[in-house]
């Protein structure tokens, strides 16, 4: 565990930053005169940058670490969900090393919290889950990870409940759903399950939305409605809503308003080959906005490499953000720590070379070290997880 973290840079100086059961106890000028230990670590003038927090991805499903695998052009989504069951079960590595050589991965950029879709269904079972959850005990004062129980092929349409409710007893955190309308085809009926199973367990609710304009509209209207009637203000999200981004700001004004009454998130992967919610509609509507990586060489894409830093650039790029206000803006999307060291947060942040906080969202430059809980998991002069804990 490391003591001092010294020669640290931001605010345009060097700072040496005491660390003590893993928060932040001290920040001083590097020039104060302090005894050196073994235990410090020189930062050689590199900028600190907060930790990031990913919030949607899928840690049971990527292909790294795979044989390269062709994919097929999407056309209806009943195909896509056969087709990605297929090649999940032609895998040659087991779930436990996929999980591990994702994680492994964000953590060496620095993301040091997610919140993880897992695949349940009468099918699989808890099979996914298991894994996950046996990966978040052993990352435990590492890597902070939700689980979110996510019925890939449709809460109703698979009869999912009864698993559902296994993966709330035995780790999930939130209840997933996905696109009442496009999949279930029943969009009361099926938001009215999630939000059962949320009280039922006192959970969280994180709804995956595809289906477009209008009908996705109406979908989120009633969600944001769910959400007040359960008393679940700040604790629903709703991913990806690409409706939000198909529709004009007057034909979803009165829809942000209740969202931001409501207190329900909305999470986008910033896609580039489909519209997505407009970052500043929901800033000017005071909406919770955040990103996950979501898809990472899968069976729906071949892109990704796990970098949130990277993400949160093409999320400014795609905006056309450029002033320094608003690359600091895009910046606060993907991290839940303060942009600068604060006395007693949490000791979760990373260190790049660049001049500040802007230019390392700008340039997302690679990741020279990364500490979690005081704790330096990664370092780029050995470019490998330092004590060997995930890895």
């Given at each position: 565990?490391?003591n001092?973290?010294k020669?640290?840079?931001?605010d345009?100086?060097?700072w040496?930053?005491s660390?003590?059961d893993?928060?932040?106890?001290?920040?001083?000028?590097?020039?104060?005169?302090?005894s050196?230990?073994?235990?410090?670590?020189?930062?050689k003038g590199f900028?600190?940058?907060?930790?990031l927090?990913?919030?949607?991805?899928h840690?049971?499903?990527?292909?790294?670490?795979?044989?390269?695998r062709?994919?097929?052009?999407?056309?209806?989504?009943?195909?896509?969900?056969?087709?990605?069951?297929e090649?999940?079960?032609?895998?040659q590595?087991?779930?436990?090393?996929r999980?591990?050589?994702?994680?492994e991965l964000?953590?060496?950029?620095g993301?040091?919290?997610?919140?993880?879709h897992?695949?349940?269904?009468?099918?699989?079972?808890?099979?996914?889950?298991?894994?996950?959850?046996?990966l978040r005990?052993?990352?435990?004062?590492?890597m902070?990870?939700?689980?979110?129980?996510?019925?890939q092929?449709?809460?109703?349409?698979?009869?999912?409940?009864?698993?559902?409710?296994?993966?709330l007893?035995?780790g999930a955190?939130?209840?997933?759903?996905?696109?009442p309308a496009?999949?279930d085809r029943?969009?009361?009926?099926?938001l009215?399950a999630?939000f059962?199973?949320?009280a039922e367990?006192?959970?969280?609710?994180?709804l995956?939305?595809?289906d477009?304009?209008?009908?996705?509209?109406?979908?989120i209207?009633?969600?944001?409605?769910?959400?007040?009637?359960a008393?679940?203000?700040?604790?629903?999200?709703?991913?990806?809503a690409?409706?939000?981004g198909?529709?004009?700001?007057?034909e979803?004004n009165?829809?942000l308003?209740?969202?931001?009454?409501?207190?329900?998130?909305?999470?986008s992967s910033?896609?580039i080959?489909?519209p997505?919610?407009?970052a500043?509609?929901?800033?000017?509507a005071?909406?919770?906005?955040?990103i996950?990586?979501?898809?990472?060489?899968?069976a729906?894409?071949?892109?990704?490499?796990?970098?949130?830093?990277?993400?949160?650039?093409?999320?400014?790029?795609?905006s056309?953000?450029?002033?320094?206000?608003?690359?600091?803006?895009?910046?606060?999307?993907?991290?839940?720590r303060?942009?600068?060291?604060?006395?007693?947060?949490?000791?979760d942040?990373?260190l790049v070379?660049?001049?500040?906080?802007?230019?390392?969202?700008?340039a997302?430059?690679?990741?020279?070290?990364?500490?979690s809980?005081?704790?330096?998991l990664?370092?780029?002069e050995n470019?490998?997880?330092?004590?060997g804990?995930?890895?």
């Amino acid at each position: 565990m490391v003591n001092v973290v010294k020669n640290v840079r931001f605010d345009g100086q060097l700072w040496n930053l005491s660390i003590k059961d893993g928060v932040i106890e001290k920040i001083e000028h590097a020039n104060s005169d302090y005894s050196t230990t073994s235990t410090d670590f020189d930062a050689k003038g590199f900028l600190y940058v907060p930790a990031l927090a990913d919030m949607h991805v899928h840690l049971d499903k990527h292909f790294l670490g795979e044989p390269w695998r062709p994919l097929q052009p999407f056309t209806t989504l009943p195909k896509q969900l056969k087709f990605e069951k297929e090649m999940l079960a032609s895998m040659q590595s087991s779930l436990e090393e996929r999980v591990s050589l994702m994680t492994e991965l964000m953590v060496k950029q620095g993301t040091t919290k997610i919140r993880t879709h897992v695949d349940v269904d009468p099918v699989i079972g808890l099979m996914h889950l298991e894994a996950v959850v046996q990966l978040r005990e052993q990352l435990r004062g590492i890597m902070d990870i939700e689980i979110v129980a996510f019925p890939q092929q449709g809460l109703l349409k698979s009869n999912s409940l009864g698993v559902m409710k296994d993966a709330l007893r035995n780790g999930a955190d939130l209840v997933g759903g996905v696109d009442p309308a496009g999949l279930d085809r029943k969009v009361e009926a099926s938001l009215e399950a999630m939000f059962e199973l949320s009280a039922e367990f006192d959970a969280g609710v994180d709804l995956h939305l595809h289906d477009p304009g209008h009908l996705g509209l109406y979908t989120i209207d009633l969600f944001a409605d769910y959400t007040m009637q359960a008393k679940k203000q700040g604790r629903t999200a709703v991913s990806h809503a690409y409706c939000l981004g198909m529709l004009a700001d007057d034909e979803i004004n009165q829809t942000l308003s209740a969202l931001s009454e409501a207190d329900v998130a909305i999470i986008s992967s910033v896609p580039i080959d489909r519209p997505a919610p407009r970052a500043q509609s929901l800033l000017n509507a005071g909406v919770k906005f955040l990103i996950g990586n979501d898809n990472v060489r899968d069976a729906w894409s071949p892109f990704g490499n796990g970098d949130l830093l990277q993400r949160g650039s093409r999320l400014a790029e795609k905006s056309g953000w450029i002033t320094d206000e608003q690359l600091l803006t895009a910046y606060s999307f993907i991290t839940n720590r303060s942009l600068t060291p604060q006395l007693g947060e949490k000791a979760d942040f990373m260190l790049v070379n660049a001049e500040n906080l802007q230019h390392a969202i700008a340039a997302h430059p690679k990741r020279e070290a990364v500490f979690s809980n005081g704790q330096l998991l990664t370092n780029i002069e050995n470019e490998k997880i330092l004590d060997g804990t995930i890895s």
